[in-house]
């Protein structure tokens, strides 16, 4: 295979992103899209130049010139577009959160290696370059005993929601809520540098419709601990920062590091990252890319591993807050 010919589900903004990221790649062509509806898939694809529409998700599966689909529906439905994409014998970049649950996530990876399909969590920092900065260089702040990594950020969804809408960010129906859309950037890359940890407490702030606005979670190493803060009820300006007996490194955002500081005791403080020549989201893409032409069906830097143990991860601080969504139930 030389070339990779794209399925997009879901017609919002980030599947926008994801084309746009796709241009700087020649080896991507983006085929076709599917739509619930004929009027925003041909508006989408007019837009963003695409040859064809689907409204109807197995007809796009049949289509044998499509190598790959990316997944950008709400969570809730991931697992039914991989697994039925993956019964059609696609190659997988779904959006993060891979599933609702573990139980979902263990039975597509199942199946994915089974079919010896390469299946990828779209979590776009860990194939940045600035993030490899930050591993390259957590050997200089010696031992790590405390780790913040705080994502807030005010949802444009929420206004809405107090006004009594049901988006779908804010919805239990669509496995959604501030850890699932948010606190998963900070979790990805503690559980990726430091392991699993020994235990966790964590708290959330939570709405009227039982879903979290915003939540806290302290991870216990017992060598060190792990601050994770993250909401979609308001903005924060504070960055996050891992820091070690020798010094700390200071990150401006988890989700997607651009500018990293590491700052050593006795030494000046130096930028060790700043700026990126693509989108952030270029790097995951070009991995998934990169890894699907040497003809491999696992990521390196997005193992399957990583991938359980923060699925894991959200599971529990879902079980100890008592945030349930409906496909909890169905497996
Ligand atoms: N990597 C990132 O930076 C990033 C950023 C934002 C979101 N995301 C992820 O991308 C995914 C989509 O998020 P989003 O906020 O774009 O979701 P969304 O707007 O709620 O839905 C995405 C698409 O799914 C379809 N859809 C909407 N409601 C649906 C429903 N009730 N049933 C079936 N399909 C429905 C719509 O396409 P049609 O109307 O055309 O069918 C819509 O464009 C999520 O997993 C999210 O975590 C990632």
């Not at 979590?123 to 940045?128: D, E, G, I, N, T």
């Not at 990126?276 to 989201?281: A, E, F, R, V």
């Given at each position: 295979m030389s070339q990779i010919k794209f399925g997009i589900v879901g017609t919002s903004p980030i599947a926008k992103k994801f084309i746009m990221a796709c241009k700087d790649i020649p080896e991507i062509l983006i085929y076709g899209v599917y739509s619930r509806t004929e009027e925003m898939g041909s508006q989408f694809a007019k837009e963003m130049n695409i040859p064809h529409v689907f409204t109807n998700y197995k007809a796009m599966l049949e289509t044998e010139d499509i190598d790959a689909v990316y997944v950008a529906s709400p969570n809730a439905y991931h697992f039914e577009h991989v697994d039925l994409a993956l019964e059609y014998h696609k190659h997988i970049l779904c959006?993060?959160?891979?599933?609702?649950n573990s139980k979902e996530l263990n039975c597509l990876i199942e199946k994915a290696k089974d079919k010896k399909f390469l299946m990828m969590e779209a979590?776009?920092?860990?194939?940045?370059p600035t993030y490899h900065t930050i591993k390259e260089n957590l050997n200089k702040i010696g031992e790590v005993r405390k780790i913040v990594f705080n994502f807030c950020q005010y949802s444009s969804k929420y206004p809405a929601f107090l006004k009594g809408e049901n988006p779908n960010i804010f919805n239990p129906e669509f496995s959604a809520g501030a850890l699932m859309d948010i606190g998963i950037y900070c979790i990805y890359p503690c559980i990726d540098l430091f392991?699993?940890?020994k235990s966790m407490k964590c708290n959330a702030n939570k709405l009227a419709n039982g879903i979290d606005g915003s939540g806290s979670i302290l991870f216990d190493y017992q060598d060190k601990e792990a601050v994770i803060m993250y909401s979609k009820m308001n903005d924060s300006s504070l960055g996050s920062e891992i820091m070690g007996e020798l010094g700390s490194m200071f990150i401006d955002h988890i989700s997607s590091p651009t500018r990293i500081e590491l700052r050593q005791k006795g030494k000046e403080s130096e930028i060790i990252s700043e700026g990126?020549?693509?989108?952030?989201?270029y790097y995951e893409v070009r991995e998934f890319t990169d890894v699907l032409l040497e003809g491999k069906t696992e990521s390196d830097k997005y193992s399957y591993k990583l991938s359980c143990g923060v699925m894991s991860v959200l599971d529990e601080v879902r079980r100890q807050v008592q945030v349930i969504f409906p496909a909890d139930k169905s497996l």
């Open positions: 959006e993060k959160p891979f599933t609702s979590m776009k920092p860990l194939a940045m392991g699993m940890p990126l020549k693509y989108d952030p989201m």
